[in-house]
């Protein structure tokens, strides 16, 4: 199944590109899933994505958790908390 994937922001900058089309295996079925298959690349995906690390996700333009499922042509998104002031 393909899926898009978006990064913004200091994740962006951080693994080198603000999108690309993933091809997932077929036991990969939740966002949570998604963030640790790109954190299996290793390096600064690892870092960029540790479980320790406050990064927020969407699904369909809309926030969610892990849990969340992924359907087959699903816009994925990994972005860092915002703050405003």
Do not use: S
């Not at 690892?46 to 958790?65: G, I, K």
């Amino acid at each position: 199944m393909k899926i898009n994937v978006k990064y913004f922001a200091a994740l962006r900058e951080a693994v080198g590109t603000g999108q690309e089309q993933l091809d997932l295996p077929p036991d990969v079925t939740t966002v949570g899933a998604v963030r640790a298959l790109l954190r299996a690349r290793g390096g600064v995906w690892a870092e960029a994505l540790a479980p320790e690390r406050a990064v927020r996700m969407a699904c369909q333009q809309v926030m969610c958790d892990g849990a969340t499922p992924v359907p087959a042509g699903a816009e994925v998104a990994f972005f860092p908390p915002v703050t405003g002031g």
